[in-house]
């Protein structure tokens, strides 16, 4: 069965500090692997990555994919209030229907 | 550009009753797919939209259905309430000839079955 596991499930921070989020999957046809941000209701796209080792960047965001070891990581630096979300990623195989994991909350203290 | 809209924003039924949900998606794009997402979890795939047709299904019972118009846009309708359809309904629109992985989010109806 399709799964995706985020980690941790919590994290508390100061801002800026730098944080890194964790993300494993097992999608049968696996061809990307998407980050997003939700605040209140709306997922919010950040990236979707198709190859391994590549780095995608937006601003203090930024995320890699291994596809040998099936995990990507989603760095925040520099930290502020404005990023405490949940944020989830999700797998998608050929199908295009995306497996999300049970996210990860952050909350960024001042 | 219109992002992706959903509504009702909010909606209270009762068990046993009928429910349908409306779904616009971002211009330019022509699949829809729906989502479920309860509290403190991960949206769920229910189903996706493609000319006009059901193209995947999630492990939903047949109490959740669906169309597509020739404009796009979407419902979903879910028969038979329980309390357990309690939760954020999750629209998402892509463009199939970019690959149907590109899945932008509307805000979502919250749906409370009591």
């Known amino acids: 069965e399709d799964k995706v596991v985020q980690s941790p499930l919590s994290l508390v921070v100061h801002e800026g500090d730098t944080v890194t989020l964790n993300c494993s999957y097992e999608v049968t046809n696996f061809r990307s692997l998407l980050w997003y941000k939700q605040e209140k209701k709306a997922p919010t796209f950040l990236f979707m990555l198709?190859?391994?080792?590549i780095e995608k960047k937006s601003g203090r965001l930024s995320s890699i994919l291994d596809k040998k070891e099936l995990f990507s990581i989603l760095n925040i630096t520099a930290t502020q209030t404005g990023d405490s979300a949940v944020y989830l990623c999700a797998g998608s195989g050929n199908t295009g229907k995306l497996i999300f994991g049970q996210g990860t909350t952050l909350q960024v203290k001042p | 550009d219109a992002g992706v809209t959903q509504s009702p924003t909010h909606l209270i039924k009762t068990r046993g009753q009928q429910v349908t949900l409306r779904c616009s998606p971002k211009s330019g794009h022509d699949t829809v797919s729906w989502y479920q997402q309860a509290l403190g979890q991960g949206p769920q795939f229910i189903f996706q939209?493609?000319?006009?047709?059901?193209?995947q299904r999630g492990n939903f019972p047949d109490r959740f259905s669906g169309h597509q118009f020739p404009n796009y846009s979407s419902e979903l309708n879910v028969n038979a309430l329980l309390l357990g359809d309690s939760a954020l309904y999750l629209c998402a629109s892509s463009l199939r000839g970019r690959g149907v992985h590109e899945q932008y989010f509307g805000p979502g109806t919250r749906l409370t079955v009591t």
């Open positions: 939209y493609y000319e006009e047709e059901e193209r």
């Open positions: 198709t190859s391994s080792g």
